[in-house]
């Protein structure tokens, strides 16, 4: 079962409307938590072009989780943080 975060590949493995070359990368930012057809989930997330890995649209997608592909969110492919280092000083 994916979860948010992950990247998932959804062919036609997956749903028929995704066979042949309408195949979709998804970053999933939700999974819903609502009884559907037995094997089956509500992904929702973004698509990603898989040549510059930049999210193009907000999608929300019906498949077979056995047809899934499912690439884990790891901290090693995680994207950097745009946090300042926080420093700190002894009050006067």
Known sequence: MPAPGDLVL???????QFGSDRALWLRVTS???????HGWVWLTGYSINPVSGKALARREVFAQIAGLQIQRRT??????????PV???RGV
């Not at 959804?10 to 028929?16: F, L, M, N, Y």
């Not at 999974?31 to 057809?37: I, L, R, S």
């Not at 901290?75 to 300042?84: E, F, G, I, S």
Request: aromatic share 4%.
């Open 75 to 84: 901290t090693d492919n995680a994207p950097p943080r745009n946090v300042a």
């Open 31 to 37: 999974v819903c938590d609502k009884p559907t057809y």
């Open 10 to 16: 959804i062919d036609g493995r997956a749903s028929v």
């Open 87 to 89: 420093m700190r000083r």
